[in-house]
């Protein structure tokens, strides 16, 4: 028992340690003032403090995209990397969503919109909107995002009506100290904060106090015969605010209502009536700040499924997001500060976007795009991040079967190219690969792409949460089958079996999605046989001595000279066909020859300059076509039946050849499965080149 106090002493004192000193303890204005000259920022409104929170966290510049990456959506450092997002476009509408707030932290106009995420199902705008909520809660825990607001104190002493259980009041809608001064004295204030502010921005204040306080201000001055700082000093309080979506501070998600009983009370706020008793129904003490935009106030507002609302519950958003003001029920006009983000999926945006109705609401939105991932490496982390947060079975997981099912996913969301270039090419492109000496204009394929789509590409097609659902299909369907391991081939069969029964997929989309599959079983085919071809004819040695012999022809070519035989030592011209051999593995025309010939003779350059000898291992193509054309040398040699004969599995051999695709990342049985499919691959292809 001792011990277990002894732990929980332990975690009482780390509590206590990562809350703010000041939390709970109460400040005076002057002591206020002081803060807010030796740090001004303490004073910034919310579209400044939300977008110094990014920067806050950390930022990468990604130069060949012309993005800025921030570390808590990369790395997400405050919850140890389990929340990470992947992929180019992803990063390009996070980074779109942050310049937009930067840019409503100088005034330029996005203060006053609704920042609305759209995106198809499963893109990962709810979780990034999530993340910035948690993310806000931590930086309002740091000195750097400290924010603080006021409570009226002693009420009773001076209001006669007051009730005793309101003696202590929190500014309601939770406002900075600052609105306590008139607006000429917060004005020669701010100018003095402004003055000795280090900032791309401007920090204004010009609201007015909320009706509540409005009211105590007004009672408590004319007791104290107008004397503002006799107010302060004897009833007003300065604490800290520490944002808390759980307790409703500072941050509020809003979701939508079914339409009959849809309420704008649910967002300005509604009369309480166990005080109406007290105070009567015009009070304004009698009213309930409980409105999700008098929550969110000093903060962020979350509207999930935003465009769902019916179109009258919307037109509060109009005053909200342009005039920044609410309007409750037999109220005054309240001033709010606060970032509003909305989210949708496509077909409610079609629909209101195409409502004459809805001219005003769309006029104040900024729409930002948030795509489905277009990198299947990158798609392919995230099945991978959802594993790793999850009780996975001991299952091993075969190479390429992630890859292959973000490649499924990226297939299904490209727009399809014209001219020359594949689909499975343009996902190479996008994927930054360069696909077999092809000259692929990768910003050319996402130009004609933005002309195809209907909105933009990669807002449609089958989402990660699809895929996933049926990787973990897969991986209980393996457990059930006393399977150790996870192979493309079953995941495969998983996606073409609950295409058609998905509901998140249109019917008519179904038999282009299995044309795609067949695609992505095709690049595997090639992918799994690489790897068989690796296990059964790799041999570094003599793949370093056919490079360094292409690389004495090339040499001798491009200086249009002649080479030493090997075997009698005579000079003659480059050997023309032994050089095709090689290139024919990459499929590099006649007519492109010389190009990729020079591209390799400047590559062994620049590693000569800098003291490196030539290794064919670190540059990919050579070593590709190396590959290949050693295994063509040796196929002829080789027992293709013993590759799909399940009665050889203990032929020392085989065993050699299991072993050599463990070492490339397969598990046992992983090797043994795809030993079979290649090797029968491969075996009917000797049999039709034979014929």
């Not at 995002?145 to 009730?163: A, E, H, N, S």
């Amino acid at each position: 028992m001792t011990g277990e106090m002894e732990t929980l002493a332990d975690l009482s004192r780390e509590y206590r340690e990562s809350v703010p000193g000041d939390l709970r303890e109460a400040k005076s204005f002057d002591w206020y003032l002081d803060e807010l000259y030796d740090d001004p920022r303490i004073a910034r409104n919310a579209h400044q403090r939300v977008a110094d929170m990014f920067d806050h966290y950390g930022t990468e510049y990604d130069e060949d995209a012309g993005v800025v990456e921030y570390l808590m959506a990369s790395d997400d450092p405050v919850h140890d990397g389990e929340n990470v997002f992947y992929g180019r476009e992803v990063h390009e509408a996070i980074h779109e969503f942050v310049n937009k707030v930067k840019s409503g932290a100088r005034g330029l106009g996005p203060e006053k919109r609704i920042k609305l995420l759209l995106g198809p199902v499963g893109s990962g705008k709810s979780h990034f909107d999530w993340m910035v909520r948690r993310y806000f809660e931590d930086y309002t825990m740091t000195d750097a995002g400290r924010m603080y607001t006021f409570r009226w104190t002693d009420l009773c002493d001076v209001i006669r009506d007051q009730d005793p259980a309101d003696d202590v009041v929190t500014s309601p809608m939770n406002q900075d100290p600052i609105v306590l001064l008139p607006q000429g004295q917060r004005d020669r204030v701010l100018e003095r904060l402004n003055d000795a502010l280090d900032a791309p921005y401007t920090i204004r204040n010009e609201q007015s106090l909320d009706p509540a306080s409005e009211f105590y201000m007004d009672e408590l001055l004319a007791h104290y015969d107008d004397d503002l700082q006799a107010v302060i000093e004897n009833h007003v309080e300065v604490v800290r605010l520490v944002a808390s979506e759980n307790k409703r501070q500072c941050v509020e998600t809003f979701e939508p209502k079914d339409k009959k009983n849809q309420d704008e009370t649910e967002l300005t706020g509604d009369v309480n009536y166990s005080k109406i008793a007290i105070y009567g129904e015009s009070d304004p003490r009698a009213f309930d700040y409980s409105g999700a935009f008098c929550n969110a106030n000093r903060g962020l507002f979350s509207g999930e499924e935003l465009l769902k609302l019916q179109r009258e519950f919307l037109y509060d958003f109009l005053h909200a997001s342009q005039e920044q003001t609410i309007k409750p029920k037999n109220n005054p006009r309240i001033d709010i500060d606060q970032v509003i983000v909305g989210r949708t999926n496509m077909p409610e945006y079609r629909e209101k976007k195409g409502d004459e109705k809805m001219e005003a609401f769309n006029d104040r939105t900024k729409r930002i795009d948030f795509p489905y991932v277009l990198e299947y490496e990158q798609e392919a982390e995230i099945y991978r991040k959802m594993l790793s947060n999850a009780d996975v079975p001991d299952m091993h997981i075969e190479p390429h079967a992630m890859e292959m099912a973000g490649l499924f996913g990226v297939l299904t969301r490209i727009e399809e190219p014209d001219g020359t270039v594949s689909l499975v090419q343009k996902a190479k492109a996008y994927n930054g690969e360069i696909d077999d000496g092809d000259d692929v204009d990768v910003r050319k394929l996402r130009e004609e792409a933005e002309e195809k789509a209907d909105i933009a590409e990669g807002l449609d097609g089958v989402s990660a949460r699809f895929i996933g659902d049926e990787i973990a299909e897969a991986i209980m369907d393996s457990t059930h089958r006393g399977r150790g391991y996870l192979s493309p081939l079953s995941v495969f069969t998983h996606f073409g079996a609950n295409i058609e029964n998905h509901g998140s997929i249109p019917e008519e989309n179904v038999d282009r999605y299995l044309r795609y599959l067949e695609l992505v079983r095709e690049e595997y085919k090639e992918r799994a046989i690489d790897d068989v071809r690796h296990a059964l004819a790799y041999d570094l040695d003599e793949i370093q001595r056919q490079g360094e012999k292409y690389m004495d022809h090339v040499m001798a070519y491009i200086d249009d000279a002649t080479v030493e035989d090997e075997l009698t030592g005579r000079e003659q011209e480059p050997d023309e066909t032994f050089l095709r051999s090689v290139e024919e593995k990459l499929e590099v025309p006649g007519d492109r020859k010389d190009d990729f010939r020079q591209e390799v003779s400047n590559w062994v350059s620049r590693r000569a300059r800098e003291g490196r000898g030539f290794d064919p291992q670190e540059n990919d193509r050579l070593r590709r076509a190396l590959e290949r054309k050693l295994w063509e040398d040796k196929k002829h040699n080789i027992n293709f039946s013993a590759l799909v004969s399940a009665n050889e599995l203990d032929d020392e051999e085989r065993n050699a050849w299991v072993e050599a695709l463990v070492d490339r990342g397969y598990s046992r049985d992983g090797a043994a499965e795809v030993l079979e499919f290649a090797g029968a691959e491969v075996a009917k292809s000797e049999l039709e080149e034979g014929s």
